[in-house]
């Protein structure tokens, strides 16, 4: 398959997705439909097939050299390495809003140092023990363990 025949399905099933994440978002954030939309999102992505470094550079405007640079550095995940580079979809989703972001933002230079902060802040802010010791701080049920 042509790397633009596969650049467009991997756009096509993106466009897909962006289209139900756009209905998500108008939920609200405890609304069950939300939470439903969200795991047909997230299953979608998991099924995808991976994707070549040079797909990947077609949708993130890229040179597949710098794709494979970003997946070495753990930017971009890698769903297999033999017998040739695959990248996992549902990093590069993620990964693609994120360059989106930091473009239309007019960044253009350094982004794989600010998107690898990014993904970073939004691990921690994934972290269920993270979110319980933020709530409790705002509650005011947290203890103080060093003073300033």
């Known amino acids: 398959m042509s790397v633009a025949t596969e ?5 096509d099933l993106f466009d897909t997705i962006e289209e139900i994440e756009a209905v998500a978002s108008s939920l609200e954030v405890d609304d069950e439909r939300r939470r439903r939309l969200d795991g047909v999102v997230a299953k979608t992505l998991r099924q995808a097939p991976p994707v070549r470094p040079v797909v990947a550079g077609e949708l993130l405007d890229l040179t597949e050299k710098t794709v494979k640079a970003w997946a070495r550095e753990g930017v971009l995940a890698i769903h297999s390495q ?8 549902v990093r590069l989703h993620e990964v693609l809003h994120l360059v989106a972001d930091l473009r239309r933002a007019g960044k253009s230079r350094g982004l794989i140092d600010e998107v690898h902060r990014r993904l970073s802040d939004q691990s921690l802010l994934d972290r269920q023990d993270l979110a319980s010791s933020l709530d409790e701080m705002r509650s005011g049920k947290g203890t103080v363990v060093r003073k300033a």
């Not at 033999?82 to 979809?89: A, G, N, S, V």
């Open 7 to 11: 650049a467009a399905q991997i756009r």
């Open 82 to 89: 033999e017998p040739r580079m695959l990248l996992d979809t």
